[in-house]
């Protein structure tokens, strides 16, 4: 049995960061906000007729359960990061989370565009002032919401090849399409009231189903790519092959880089040389390199004649 100390071979699979912790609350702020403007859009919307503002209620009922996913996700991968079942860490949890979002957000496409459709043949009257009303509080609800998640949102996004946190991708869309979804209300509303223009509220539906879908299937793909470790990682390839070939009679002859979480990757490398240098020095110089968290590196000594290029 081994008596020696392990700990400079340890290391942990923990690669969330506070950066979490302050997504996290700030998407508890806007889920409770979501869920009463919900309620309200919901009761006056059936009350005044009105369906924009109908789909506006029903597209922030979806958006409480799916930031509610996100909420889960964000403790979820907190509460397990220690668990060994999870080889690379919970990192992922979070793309889970946006491409569930992703099809919530699909969902609730579909149905606004199936409602819309069935008032476009058959017009219901409009209580254009009480609906109007409450299409501007929810608004202002989602003004709010976008501002809170605003911060967090640009910071994860400021080098989109480097930081993807579809978890908070995904609730910022939900937002976003509120946003959306509220100020079609309102157009259509004021339209109505002004000139009678009955048939631009259903229109309204349709169109903000239109873009949603469209988000929808661009959230899909991003995070989808990310569980299936299909993202491009080219800037992150060729910094890690410069860092190794940049060393005389070295190559990179395997790589491989995938996400850990929003703001990490891994890397196993396996290098070719005549005179191969101690392993930590490879790993050291790897995990200096932005966004690298994770390095296994193979070396192999060459025992050709001739130099490596």
């Known amino acids: 049995m081994l008596s020696h ?11 969330l960061d506070d950066r979490d912790a302050q997504r ?7 889920v409770a906000l979501t869920l009463v403007t919900m309620a309200l859009e919901l009761v006056f919307g059936y009350l005044t007729g009105s369906m ?3 789909a506006d209620g029903w597209h922030m009922g979806s958006h409480v359960a799916a930031l509610g996913i996100a909420v889960f ?5 907190r509460r397990q990061v220690g668990n060994a079942r999870f080889t690379f ?5 979070g793309a889970l989370g946006g491409y569930t979002s992703a099809v ?9 565009a199936w409602e819309s459709l069935q008032r476009l043949w058959q017009p219901l009257p409009v209580a254009y002032d009480e609906a109007l009303g409450v299409a501007v509080l929810g608004l202002a609800v989602n003004l709010v919401s976008a501002w809170l998640l605003r911060d967090a949102h640009d910071h994860a996004h400021d080098h989109a090849a480097d930081h993807q946190d579809h978890n ?13 979804t509220s100020v079609l209300a309102i157009i259509a509303l004021i339209a109505g009231r002004q000139w009678g223009w009955i048939v631009l509220d259903p229109a309204m539906g349709l169109l903000g189903a239109g873009l949603i879908l469209y988000w929808a299937a661009g959230l899909l793909r991003d995070a989808g790519r990310t569980l299936l470790d299909a993202e491009d990682h080219s800037a992150s390839r060729a910094a890690i092959v410069a860092a190794i070939e940049s060393r005389p009679d070295h190559r990179v002859v395997d790589l491989h880089v995938w996400r850990l979480g929003p703001d990490s990757r891994a890397c196993i490398v396996s290098i070719l040389s005549h005179a191969p240098e101690p392993t930590e020095c490879y790993k050291a110089e790897l995990l200096a390199l932005p966004g690298i968290a994770h390095v296994t590196v193979e070396v192999n000594r060459c025992d050709c004649p001739l130099r490596l290029a």
């Open 104 to 112: 919530f957000l699909a969902l609730v496409a579909v149905l606004m």
């Open 89 to 93: 860490g919970t990192g992922k949890v």
């Open 52 to 54: 924009a503002l109908l």
């Open 168 to 180: 908070l991708h995904g609730a910022f869309m939900h937002v976003l399409a509120d946003l959306l």
């Open 73 to 77: 996700a964000y403790r979820y991968a």
């Open 24 to 30: 996290l609350r700030r998407t508890e702020w806007v």
């Open 5 to 15: 100390d392990l700990s400079p071979w340890l290391h942990s699979h923990d690669f």
